[in-house]
């Protein structure tokens, strides 16, 4: 979503009282708030040209593959198309930026989604990430030990996952402890699927310890906390309205698309 409202606002923000909107300008525009981008094309649709004068655009249409959000976050594909989009330009150059503020009426769009499975790989790989992977080892620990010096005890590695048939994932890690040298290896599969078009929903999970499956009680935690923060409708209070329409995992790719409501 922060990639969303990275192409509103870069849109958006270019209409100018006069009511000046360029393609090649809005595009730019985009460009300069992403890390870097392979292919990128915009195309504002305005007929008659007068309403931009009255804040409306008829359609956008936006196109995208390879698209950094960081270095190590890469978006394979990424194509977004509007209805029509109506803006208060002067509460727009008075208020700022808060998209919600300058809409006259709900902004409606939809959305294809495609990542590769190797660059969720490198994400993965991230230190961003593998700090936030490393907290796995001490939610797994027991004993005394304060919650910094297990973080320090325990060490990320090797961050994997795999698409699979039939939308499943498999995921896998494996966790050095530092104090005695070993080392446990975690494996993860589970199916995904989508609930009331806002909540994605583990399948069947499975969770392998050194290749003994890990009690019900631990999978059951782990599913709920991924199902939580994986749904949709905790955007509803900010204002913006996801729904996921299709979801798609084969081992080449997982594609989403969805549509959007900014109130």
């Known amino acids: 979503m922060e990639l969303v ?4 606002s870069g849109l958006l923000t270019l209409i100018s009282p006069l009511g000046v909107v360029l393609d090649s300008v809005a595009e730019k525009s985009i460009r300069s708030q992403l890390y870097s981008a392979e292919q990128l094309e915009v195309r504002v649709d305005n007929v008659p040209s007068y309403q931009y004068l009255q804040g409306k655009i008829e359609r956008v249409r936006f196109a995208g593959r390879g698209l950094y959000l960081t270095p190590d976050f890469r978006i394979d594909t990424l194509e977004i198309e509007t209805d029509p989009i109506d803006i208060d330009l002067e509460r727009l150059n008075r208020e700022g930026q808060n998209i919600p503020q300058f809409l006259r009426q709900p902004a409606r769009g939809a959305m294809r989604l495609a990542i590769v499975e190797e660059d969720i790989n490198q994400t993965l790989r991230s230190p961003a990430i593998l700090e936030q992977l490393g907290q796995i080892g001490p939610n ?11 973080a320090q005890r325990y060490r990320p590695i090797n961050p994997r996952i795999e698409f699979l048939e039939n939308n499943r994932l498999r995921f896998q890690i494996e966790i050095e402890d530092r104090r005695d040298g070993g080392t446990l290896r975690i494996r993860a599969e589970s199916g995904l699927e989508v ?66 409501r900014i109130e």
Do not use: C, W
């Not at 409202?5 to 509103?8: F, P, R």
């Not at 797994?140 to 297990?150: K, N, P, Q, V, Y």
């Open 5 to 8: 409202a990275i192409i509103l």
């Open 140 to 150: 797994l620990a027991e004993g005394s030990e304060t919650s910094e010096r297990l």
């Open 195 to 260: 609930v009331s078009g806002r909540k994605l929903q583990l399948v069947e999970p499975i969770v392998m310890l050194n290749e003994k499956q890990a009690p019900t009680k631990l999978v059951n935690r782990i599913a709920k906390n991924l199902s939580d923060r994986l749904d949709l409708g905790s955007l509803d209070d900010r204002g913006l309205q996801a729904r996921i329409l299709q979801l798609n995992i084969t081992p080449e790719r997982l594609e989403i698309v969805a549509f959007a």
